[in-house]
C-alpha cells in the first residue's frame, strides 16, 4: 500500500524528483556543454565574441529549461502530444508565409530574442506526437493499413513543409525521427524493406527534381576535387584539419585550418572538424564516448520507465541522438553529403540546442516519474 501511495501520487516531493534525476546524464550533459562552449571560444579565435556570447547564453538559458521540464510530470508531456505536433506544423506554415529568408532558404521566425527554425523543434515533436499515438494501440492493430497511413500522413506532412523552404536535409532528419518510433513501436519490418526498396527505385527520380544547388552538393560528394575552390572547398578543407590533428592534435587554439581561415562556416555543422584539429584522435574519441555515454543513459531510462509512452520517446530520441551525430561526422568526413545537420549540442544554434535540450528534458522526466503509469 505504501508504494502504491508513493508512486500513484503525481505530486511527490521536491526531494523525491531531486534524487531520481539521472546524475550520470546530467554531468554527461553539462560536460558536453562546457567543451562546446571551449571549442565556440576557439572558433572565435581565442576570443570572447558574439558566438561565445551567444552560446553561452543559450546554453545556460535552455539548460535551466531542460532542469525545468525534467520535473514536470510526464504525463503532462503525454497529453500535449498532438497539441504539440500541430502547434509546430502551424509553426512551419507561418515560416512557408512570413518567415526570414537567408541564403536563399525561408527557415527561421524572428522571435527578436532568437530566430527559431520550427523544423528543428519537428524533430522532437514527431516523437512525442508518434509515441502518444502508439501508446494505447494494441499489438494487433499497430500493422493495419490505417495506421501505417496516419502514421506516414503525420511524417509526411512536416517533410513537405520543410522540403519547401527549400531544407531537404532537414526534412530527411525529421523523417529519420518518425521512423524510429515506426519501429520501436513494432511496425513489422517488410515495410521498411519495401520503402527501402521504392526509394531506391525513386532514386533518379528524386535527383531529378532536386534544386541545383542540391545536386552539386551530391556530385561534390561524389567527388570533391572536380571543383576544389568552389563546391567542393568545404569538404577538402574539413579532411585535411580532420586529418592534420593525429592523434593528440594540434592543441588548444592551435588549429591552423581554422585560424588562417581556410575553414568556412566552422562554428556550425563543421564544429567537430575545429575540435578534431586541435584535439586529434583521443579528443575526438573521449567527446563520442560522452555521446555514447548520453545515448546508453537515454534507452536506459526508457527500459526502467513503467509507461509505454516514456519508453517509446526515450528509445526513438536516443536512436534520432545517434544518427544525428552519425550523419553529423560522416558528413564532415566526406562520408556522406552534406545535409545541414547540426552536432547536438556542440554546433551554433539556438533552434538546434532547444530542441535537444526539450527532448532532453523530457527524457529526465521520464527518470525523475519513472514509475508513473499512463492510462
Not at 552538393?217 to 590533428?245: C, E, H, M, W
Not at 556550425?268 to 555515454?293: P, W
Amino acid at each position: 500500500m505504501y508504494q502504491y501511495k508513493r508512486f500513484s501520487n503525481d505530486n511527490f516531493g521536491f526531494i523525491q524528483k531531486f534524487r531520481n534525476f539521472d546524475y550520470i546524464l546530467l554531468i554527461c550533459i553539462l560536460l558536453l556543454g562546457l567543451i562546446s562552449l571551449a571549442t565556440m571560444y576557439s572558433t572565435d579565435g581565442g576570443k570572447i565574441l558574439f558566438h561565445t556570447k551567444s552560446h553561452f547564453t543559450k546554453l545556460v538559458v535552455f539548460t535551466i529549461m531542460m532542469l525545468i521540464i525534467s520535473f514536470i510530470n510526464i504525463k503532462y508531456w503525454f497529453s500535449i502530444g498532438y497539441i504539440g505536433y500541430l502547434v509546430v506544423v502551424g509553426l512551419l506554415v507561418w515560416t512557408y508565409l512570413f518567415g526570414i529568408t537567408s541564403s536563399g532558404s525561408q527557415r527561421w521566425i524572428n522571435l527578436y530574442f532568437i530566430n527559431l527554425q520550427p523544423s528543428e523543434l519537428m524533430k522532437i515533436f514527431i516523437i512525442l506526437c508518434l509515441a502518444k499515438y502508439f501508446h494505447r494501440m494494441k499489438l494487433e492493430n499497430v500493422n493495419s493499413i490505417y495506421t501505417i497511413l496516419t502514421s506516414l500522413i503525420i511524417i509526411l506532412l512536416p517533410m513537405g513543409l520543410v522540403i519547401v523552404q527549400p531544407d531537404l536535409g532537414t526534412s530527411l532528419l525529421i523523417a529519420i525521427s518518425g521512423i524510429a518510433v515506426l519501429w520501436f513501436a513494432g511496425i513489422n519490418y517488410k515495410y521498411f524493406i519495401y520503402t527501402m526498396l521504392g526509394f531506391l527505385i525513386s532514386l533518379p527520380f528524386i535527383i531529378a527534381f532536386l534544386k541545383p544547388y542540391q545536386k552539386l552538393r551530391v556530385l561534390t560528394f561524389l567527388n570533391p576535387d572536380k571543383d576544389p575552390l568552389g563546391a567542393g572547398y568545404q569538404i577538402i578543407q574539413s579532411k585535411i584539419a580532420v586529418g592534420s590533428g593525429g592523434i593528440f592534435g594540434k592543441g588548444f587554439l592551435k588549429g591552423t585550418q581554422s585560424y588562417l581561415e581556410f575553414l568556412p562556416e566552422k562554428h556550425t555543422d563543421f564544429i567537430f572538424t575545429l575540435f578534431s584539429e586541435e584535439f586529434g584522435f583521443v579528443g575526438s574519441a573521449f567527446l563520442l564516448i560522452i555521446y555514447a555515454i548520453i545515448i546508453y543513459r537515454i534507452v536506459a531510462i526508457g527500459a526502467s520507465s513503467r509507461s509505454y509512452f516514456a519508453k517509446i520517446f526515450c528509445y526513438s530520441f536516443g536512436a534520432a541522438i545517434f544518427v544525428f551525430i552519425t550523419i553529423n561526422m560522416s558528413m564532415v568526413l566526406g562520408l556522406l553529403p552534406i545535409v545541414g545537420s547540426p552536432l547536438p549540442i556542440m554546433s551554433y544554434g539556438g533552434s538546434s540546442m532547444l530542441a535537444t535540450m526539450i527532448g532532453l528534458g523530457i527524457v529526465m522526466s521520464a527518470k525523475v516519474h519513472n514509475q508513473q503509469l499512463i492510462a
